[in-house]
């Protein structure tokens, strides 16, 4: 189990984390938001909304692990 989708992606078995690209998105945001003269500190920490799941089928062949029907149809990405 990985922090991040781009681990499955170099060989990882899976991953459940928060969207990189949509942290990304509201960093900009912020960033937006400063430079239009807000000030940091009056900010709103905001905690991540969307999740994903990774599942790499090639290191769960490799390991001999069969991933179940139900998890493989929650999964947002599968590697093949």
């Not at 189990?1 to 912020?30: F, N, Q, T, W």
């Not at 009056?42 to 790499?56: G, H």
């Not at 069969?66 to 999964?75: C, D, E, G």
Request: a positive charge.
């Amino acid at each position: 189990m990985h922090e991040g989708g781009r681990y499955v992606d170099a060989g990882g078995l899976m991953s459940y984390s928060a969207s990189e690209i949509e942290g990304l998105r509201r960093a900009a945001v912020y960033v937006d938001k400063i430079l239009k003269g807000s000030n940091p500190a009056d900010l709103a920490v905001e905690r991540p909304t969307k999740f994903e799941l990774v599942i790499n089928l090639k290191a769960a062949k490799q390991i001999g692990l069969t991933i179940p029907p139900n998890v493989l149809a929650r999964a947002d990405r599968l590697i093949k």
